[in-house]
């Protein structure tokens, strides 16, 4: 919940302006009725004692009043448990066609809402109301919906469609059969029309009853979803034909149709440029072809928007459970490389399509991205070598082409990573195959010409892929032989100054991972084989210190953290030296998520110290071991030396919640390590530990100038013990609206927000 200066007491009810304070006053007073409520919202907006309307007021006037979409939209959120009266009904209606988006959408989900409270069935011995029967504003709600099922405005129409898209979808009571029985005449009548109109909501509406639970048993929705696959055009029914593939009941004939209609574009695609048959699972001299070819040929927005779509679709169906079996993996890895292959040129055509689609297509980004998606979701599947093979090669097409955009060049770099992490691994060793390693040798002299690429963006791809590649086969001696035979690294380690924020934070990440595997930049000479690497470390330190931006020092913070996770070489031989450098720098940081990853590293820190945190488990058979008094002892020292301490207390007042979150838990964890192992003697002998409370409690009162001094490891652990750690985290915990929850809450932000509406009329919705 968010308090706006002077919402809460009404001291400002004299500076509002007058016409909106004018929409208010009745608003409040209808909204919220008689009761000590309503009193208190009269005083608010300067009103007199509240007289109750309700929603069922015969006019119904504040709502035809008001002139604010966010309060419009909150009375109609707030007045959902209310039976309004039909003249109310009518005032919904009109709302139904309001210009904000926001209070249109709400009025609907309002007319559901008062439908299925009418329409509910009656205590037990008594027959539930059918949609003929039910009351007056229940019948007055289902005649409307008729009358905009047979209106020719496709706004009326669409609204009709939504209410009963959200009605089916929400509602599973014993008379929504009825109603779609008496509605589902009018809703095929419209699938005779052509076109057929507002097709995307009538998509909607009839998956959602087809599932419903009441709906789904019988046999007219399934009906109904194959006569309208067959009515719509390819474009309209590749979004019906996913939802139907998506559905757990579905009749396998109809399923069969819904995924004719998504592989029927590269079905065409694919006869377009092969002569002779095909490869088999694809649809071939289908009903739907002529139509197909029709959208391929009518024009070029549509021949491209039909070929996204497809793809796009496709690209989801593979990743479902309800996936068709078999896949047609082998025709479509050949359809998706056609297409590539029509978008840069190099295709050959077999027929007029074929023509037409080289016209069409080339130096398409749209399709290429679609494309270039679905290729790198297929690499999941296994497929021929000769299939594999193309793939690579029109990869490194697009790769190495100059006409490549950024987003394209971004979306073949992760094709490829799919396709090499899918290559099947040499029997007896986890290194690459002949043919990815081969693909590899290619790849990285056009990985080293990207990386020079004067736009930043193919960089940053280059740098992110280099990274993924590292991140998979750093240890893999094929992959470390043809990297160090490049100049890869050496470019790489130039680009830590690279004049663009986010090139220098993946230039960062490429290098850490690098040097993780001992993949980092050759030594200047023989005479110091270990002075690049050192270097580095010295180089990043820089970077967390100075960089400008936060992205990069972020970048920095993360790459320290795997370093001391993984016990990297530099970090190894000091690591409390180490760890002091980085929480220094870290603490100045004025970047909240550099902090942030500052306390993950200390937590690092800690683990390696004490041992991962026990979990807590009310069944576990015994209690997480402790730590040893004497590795206790010692660890708190070395805290102590790298001043720890001092950095999570100071990030647990900060004003960043998500920093004094994560203080919190360490300093829990480091609390249940030590009290784990503690005494009553050592509890009864704690030192005097007042001047350093004086001093947390000065910087919870916001004077952060104060040192914390010196710390003993035993004073450490008596303030943890005196600090409510517990009570602090679930306070964190808590959101942002916790203080109250209420109609009248809301109310009180909506009236706080008059007079500065343009700056805050977000919070009301």
Same mark, same amino acid.
């Given at each position: 919940?968010?308090? /706006?200066?002077?919402?809460?007491?009404?001291?400002?009810?004299?500076?509002?302006?007058?016409?909106?304070?004018?929409?208010?006053?009745?608003?409040?007073?209808?909204?919220?009725?008689?009761?000590?409520?309503?009193?208190?919202?009269?005083?608010?907006?300067?009103?007199?004692?509240?007289?109750?309307?309700?929603?069922?007021?015969?006019?119904?006037?504040?709502?035809?009043?008001?002139?604010?979409?966010?309060?419009?939209?909150?009375?109609?959120?707030?007045?959902?448990?209310?039976?309004?009266?039909?003249?109310?009904?009518?005032?919904?209606?009109?709302?139904?066609? %309001?210009?904000?988006?926001?209070?249109?959408?709400?009025?609907?989900?309002?007319?559901?809402?008062?439908?299925?409270?009418?329409? $509910?069935?009656?205590?037990?011995?008594?027959?539930?109301?059918?949609?003929?029967?039910?009351?007056?504003?229940?019948?007055?709600?289902?005649?409307?919906?008729?009358? =905009?099922? /047979?209106?020719?405005?496709?706004?009326?129409?669409?609204?009709?469609?939504?209410?009963?898209? &959200?009605?089916?979808?929400?509602?599973?009571?014993?008379?929504?059969?009825?109603?779609?029985?008496?509605?589902?005449?009018?809703?095929?009548?419209?699938?005779?029309?052509?076109?057929?109109?507002?097709?995307?909501?009538?998509?909607?509406?009839?998956?959602?009853?087809?599932?419903?639970?009441?709906?789904?048993?019988? =046999?007219?929705?399934?009906?109904?979803?194959?006569?309208?696959?067959?009515?719509?055009?390819?474009?309209?029914?590749?979004?019906?034909?996913?939802?139907?593939?998506?559905?757990? %009941?579905?009749?396998?004939?109809?399923?069969?149709?819904?995924?004719?209609?998504?592989?029927?574009?590269?079905?065409?695609?694919?006869?377009?440029?092969?002569?002779?048959?095909? $490869?088999?699972?694809?649809?071939?001299?289908?009903?739907?072809?002529?139509?197909?070819?029709?959208?391929?040929?009518?024009?070029?927005?549509?021949?491209?928007?039909?070929?996204?779509?497809?793809?796009?679709?496709?690209?989801?169906?593979?990743?479902?459970?309800?996936?068709?079996?078999?896949?047609?993996?082998?025709?479509?890895?050949?359809?998706?490389?056609?297409?590539?292959?029509?978008?840069?040129?190099?295709?050959?055509?077999?027929?007029?399509?074929?023509?037409?689609?080289?016209?069409?297509?080339?130096?398409?980004?749209?399709?290429?991205?679609?494309?270039? %998606?679905?290729?790198?979701?297929?690499?999941?599947?296994?497929?021929?070598?000769?299939?594999?093979?193309?793939?690579?090669?029109?990869?490194?097409?697009?790769?190495?082409?100059?006409?490549?955009?950024? &987003?394209?060049?971004?979306?073949?770099?992760?094709?490829?990573?799919?396709?090499?992490?899918?290559?099947?691994?040499?029997?007896?060793?986890?290194?690459?195959?002949?043919?990815?390693?081969?693909?590899?040798?290619?790849?990285?002299?056009?990985?080293?010409? $990207?990386?020079?690429?004067?736009?930043?963006?193919?960089?940053?791809?280059?740098?992110?892929?280099?990274?993924?590649?590292?991140?998979?086969?750093?240890?893999?001696?094929?992959?470390?032989?043809?990297?160090?035979?490049?100049?890869?690294? $050496?470019?790489?380690?130039?680009?830590?100054?690279?004049?663009?924020?986010?090139?220098?934070?993946?230039?960062?990440?490429?290098?850490?991972?690098?040097?993780?595997?001992?993949?980092?930049?050759?030594?200047?000479?023989?005479?110091?084989?270990?002075?690049?690497?050192?270097?580095?470390?010295?180089?990043?330190?820089?970077?967390?210190?100075?960089?400008?931006?936060?992205?990069?020092?972020?970048?920095?913070?993360?790459?320290? &953290?795997?370093?001391?996770?993984?016990?990297?070489?530099?970090?190894?031989?000091?690591?409390?030296?180490?760890?002091?450098?980085?929480?220094?720098?870290?603490?100045?940081?004025?970047?909240?998520?550099?902090?942030?990853?500052?306390?993950?590293?200390?937590?690092?820190?800690?683990?390696?110290?004490?041992?991962?945190?026990?979990?807590?488990?009310?069944?576990?058979?015994?209690?997480?071991?402790?730590?040893?008094?004497?590795?206790?002892?010692?660890?708190?020292?070395?805290?102590?030396?790298?001043?720890?301490?001092?950095?999570?207390?100071?990030?647990?007042?900060?004003?960043?919640?998500?920093?004094?979150?994560?203080?919190?838990?360490?300093?829990?964890?480091?609390?249940?390590?030590?009290?784990?192992?503690?005494?009553?003697?050592?509890?009864?002998?704690?030192?005097?530990?007042?001047?350093?409370?004086? &001093?947390?409690?000065?910087?919870?009162?916001?004077?952060?100038?104060?040192?914390?001094?010196?710390?003993?490891?035993?004073?450490?652990?008596?303030?943890?013990?005196?600090?409510?750690?517990?009570?602090?985290?679930?306070?964190?915990?808590?959101?942002?609206?916790?203080?109250?929850?209420?109609?009248?809450?809301?109310?009180? %932000?909506?009236?706080?927000?008059?007079?500065?509406?343009?700056?805050?009329?977000?919070?009301?919705?």
């Amino acid at each position: 919940m968010w308090v /706006r200066p002077g919402g809460r007491g009404g001291s400002e009810a004299d500076e509002k302006p007058s016409e909106v304070a004018g929409a208010l006053k009745p608003l409040a007073l209808w909204t919220l009725g008689s009761g000590s409520v309503a009193s208190d919202t009269a005083s608010a907006v300067g009103g007199a004692p509240a007289r109750c309307t309700r929603f069922c007021s015969p006019g119904c006037e504040p709502l035809s009043g008001c002139r604010v979409p966010a309060v419009c939209r909150g009375l109609l959120q707030l007045n959902r448990a209310r039976c309004p009266s039909p003249g109310a009904v009518d005032t919904i209606f009109s709302l139904q066609g %309001d210009s904000s988006l926001f209070v249109a959408s709400a009025a609907g989900q309002l007319l559901v809402h008062i439908l299925d409270l009418a329409m $509910r069935a009656p205590p037990r011995g008594h027959p539930g109301p059918q949609a003929c029967d039910g009351p007056a504003c229940a019948q007055k709600i289902v005649c409307h919906l008729e009358d =905009s099922l /047979r209106a020719a405005a496709a706004p009326q129409l669409t609204q009709a469609l939504n209410v009963l898209t &959200t009605t089916f979808g929400h509602c599973h009571g014993l008379w929504t059969p009825g109603l779609w029985g008496r509605l589902s005449p009018l809703v095929g009548h419209l699938l005779e029309k052509d076109p057929v109109p507002a097709s995307h909501a009538l998509v909607d509406l009839l998956l959602s009853v087809a599932r419903s639970p009441v709906l789904s048993s019988e =046999s007219g929705p399934w009906e109904t979803l194959a006569l309208t696959l067959s009515r719509l055009s390819p474009m309209q029914a590749g979004p019906l034909a996913l939802g139907i593939l998506k559905l757990q %009941d579905c009749p396998q004939a109809l399923r069969t149709q819904a995924s004719g209609v998504l592989l029927q574009p590269l079905a065409c695609v694919l006869k377009a440029a092969v002569q002779g048959p095909g $490869r088999p699972g694809l649809p071939d001299g289908a009903a739907g072809d002529s139509v197909t070819v029709d959208t391929l040929f009518s024009s070029k927005s549509a021949c491209v928007g039909l070929l996204c779509c497809a793809l796009a679709h496709l690209e989801l169906l593979q990743l479902l459970p309800q996936c068709p079996s078999p896949w047609p993996q082998e025709a479509l890895l050949e359809a998706v490389v056609t297409v590539l292959r029509f978008c840069n040129g190099s295709a050959v055509p077999a027929s007029d399509l074929g023509g037409h689609l080289c016209a069409t297509l080339v130096g398409c980004v749209r399709v290429q991205r679609a494309a270039l %998606d679905f290729l790198g979701t297929l690499s999941q599947r296994a497929g021929p070598q000769e299939l594999v093979t193309q793939v690579s090669a029109v990869l490194l097409e697009y790769l190495s082409g100059p006409d490549s955009s950024p &987003t394209v060049l971004k979306k073949a770099f992760q094709a490829s990573l799919g396709w090499l992490l899918s290559s099947p691994k040499t029997p007896g060793c986890c290194d690459l195959d002949p043919h990815a390693q081969q693909f590899l040798r290619e790849l990285l002299p056009v990985l080293q010409k $990207r990386l020079c690429s004067p736009c930043w963006e193919v960089r940053d791809s280059g740098l992110e892929f280099l990274t993924q590649m590292a991140r998979h086969w750093g240890g893999q001696a094929a992959f470390r032989q043809v990297l160090l035979a490049s100049e890869v690294p $050496r470019l790489t380690r130039q680009l830590l100054q690279d004049p663009e924020s986010y090139v220098r934070a993946s230039a960062v990440t490429a290098t850490g991972q690098l040097s993780s595997w001992g993949l980092h930049a050759a030594p200047a000479g023989p005479e110091h084989p270990g002075v690049q690497q050192k270097s580095l470390l010295s180089e990043l330190l820089h970077v967390l210190a100075t960089d400008s931006e936060g992205f990069p020092r972020r970048a920095v913070m993360q790459v320290f &953290t795997e370093w001391l996770r993984g016990g990297h070489a530099d970090v190894a031989e000091d690591p409390e030296q180490f760890v002091a450098g980085v929480l220094q720098a870290a603490s100045r940081d004025l970047d909240w998520e550099v902090r942030a990853q500052g306390l993950e590293l200390a937590l690092v820190f800690l683990e390696q110290l004490l041992g991962p945190p026990g979990v807590r488990c009310p069944y576990a058979v015994a209690l997480p071991k402790a730590a040893p008094p004497g590795t206790l002892a010692q660890a708190l020292q070395a805290l102590c030396r790298v001043q720890l301490f001092e950095f999570a207390f100071r990030a647990l007042f900060d004003c960043d919640r998500p920093v004094a979150q994560k203080s919190c838990d360490l300093l829990l964890f480091l609390k249940a390590k030590a009290t784990s192992c503690g005494t009553p003697q050592e509890e009864r002998d704690s030192p005097d530990v007042s001047s350093v409370e004086a &001093t947390l409690q000065k910087w919870q009162a916001g004077e952060h100038g104060h040192p914390l001094g010196d710390l003993e490891p035993a004073a450490v652990v008596a303030v943890l013990r005196s600090m409510d750690l517990e009570g602090l985290q679930d306070t964190l915990a808590e959101s942002s609206d916790h203080v109250e929850r209420s109609p009248q809450s809301l109310l009180q %932000d909506m009236l706080a927000t008059v007079g500065v509406l343009g700056e805050n009329e977000a919070d009301c919705y």
